[in-house]
Structure formats: C-alpha cells, structure tokens
C-alpha cells in the first residue's frame, strides 16, 4: 500500500493512561501491548514526512450531569477526567509542536472538534488510524472519517481491543463498510 505522506495523516487514538497503563482504570492489556507499535508508525509517519495527529479522550467531571441518554460515566465509570494523569497520552508517546493533539468529549474524534478543518487545511486525503478500543474510538472516528470522503486505513496490529471479536468485528466492519484494513508491513510511503 502506497501512499503519499503530504496527503496522509497517522491518526492515534487514545492512547492514554487510562486505557493503556496497568493503574488506569479502563486498562485493556491489548491497548498496552500496542504502545510499541503505535511508536513505530509515529516514527515512520515523521520519517516519510506525512502529519501525526493524538486524540486524546477528555471528560469534564460535570460532561454527564444533564445527560438525557449519552452517559459515558453511566456506562464506563468515571474515566479519563479533564486534568487527571488518566487523560494524558502515554509517556512513550510525545507530539511534536507541528502535531496536532485534539481533545474529545466522544468516541467520535471529528464530533465538535476541529479535526476535520485541520487535516482539509492540509490537503490530506488518507488516514492510517491506530490506537484504542477497536469497536469504540477508533472504529467510530474511522467511520467519521470515511463519511466525510477521508480514506480510513486501520492499521490492525496497531489497535488495541478488550476482546479479540471485538478487534475482529471492528476490522471487518470498517473494511466491508466504509475504509480498509492494512498491516504495518503493507504500509510505503512514497
């Protein structure tokens, strides 16, 4: 898979303590074992030239209080607070000042935020999506993304799950509905 790094962008999702580290409270062992391989796309990503954007999952402590039916907190517990050492991305993991680290209130990177005018401002057309959980954040942005004529590339070693079905339903859904599935492997950057 070739793809051009001025039209490409390596977008990480959620690859925070909470999710990732053994002490959070969301910790998936799975997410945690992809720490590496989310590094070394990174590294690939700023090797070829192509822009690295980190959503980073952010609740204000109130989010939920008026909620009518979308309750994260009701069904997750309380996780990744706006200001707790949950929230921040994991210590392998240091954005660049020309990286952009987009907050989110959702499992949907693009929902009120400004990620979509950041990467069209770019002219970037083709993202290579990683990160944690499979079926939850990456799998909901990567779908945001396809609707809004991105390509989606989920990079299936480097995305974390709960269950393996999980992993397994996410890749296949994205790949028979709205983008691809690629390997780091299959992954050139011209």
Known sequence: MQLDPTQTAL???????GFCHPEGSLHAPESEAVIEAVTDLVERA????????????????????????YDEFDRWGEHVVEGSWEAELVD??????????????????????Q?????????????LVCGTLANVC????????????YRPILVADAIGYIEEAHHEYALDHADWLFGEVATREDIQFD
């Not at 977008?11 to 303590?17: A, L, S």
């Not at 700023?46 to 204000?60: I, K, L, N, Q």
């Not at 392998?92 to 935020?113: I, S």
């Not at 990456?138 to 004529?149: E, I, K, M, P, Q």
Request: net charge negative; proline share 4%; aromatic share 8%.
């Open 138 to 149: 990456v799998l909901h942005t990567a779908s945001s993304a396809g609707l809004r004529d």
């Open 11 to 17: 977008v990480v999702v959620d690859m925070q303590n």
């Open 115 to 127: 990620l979509d005018g950041w990467l069209s401002a770019r002219g970037i057309k083709d993202l």
């Open 92 to 113: 392998e993991l240091d954005p660049r000042e020309d990286e952009l680290v987009v907050e989110k209130h959702t499992y949907d990177a693009f929902h009120e935020t």
């Open 46 to 69: 700023r090797d070829a030239g192509a822009s690295v954007v980190y959503t980073r999952d952010v609740h204000p402590p109130e989010q939920f209080d008026d909620a009518h039916y």
